[in-house]
């Protein structure tokens, strides 16, 4: 049984850090591309960062450039978001997603949720003004 579970979310005031964590099961953890999105009420999916499977590359939505940080640690089976200078935009329901793929072809685009096999509950994240 595959899951992906996150924390580290909560409430905090802008200008503050929170480091979420994915812990990953059921799964062979270092063959995964590794995802977080965020979601508000009444909107898509928002990509945030997308981290390969080995860490070679991480790809960061311009939104979050030089405030966020992607990484992963497959000995641990975890994945981690770390998000600095939180504003309150950045307010959502934050998921981690996976991705069953260790090769990249030249159309894959890793912004794309539909690109993501599994998917965690979420974990809020409020910043407040």
Request: charged share 15%; proline share 2%; aromatic share 14%.
């Amino acid at each position: 049984q595959v899951q992906l579970v996150e924390s580290g979310g909560g409430l905090v005031q802008a200008g503050d850090s929170l480091r979420l964590s994915c812990a990953a099961s059921g799964l062979t953890f270092s063959s995964l591309t590794m995802g977080w999105f965020r979601q508000t009420p009444g909107n898509e999916h928002e990509f945030v960062v997308s981290i390969a499977w080995n860490g070679g590359w991480v790809y960061y939505a311009d939104s979050v450039k030089g405030r966020f940080t992607g990484s992963r640690d497959n000995a641990k089976n975890t994945a981690y978001l770390q998000m600095n200078n939180l504003k309150p935009e950045d307010t959502a329901v934050y998921y981690c997603a996976a991705d069953r793929r260790t090769s990249y072809s030249g159309t894959y685009d890793a912004t794309d949720k539909n690109e993501y096999n599994y998917w965690g509950q979420g974990t809020q994240v409020t910043v407040l003004s």
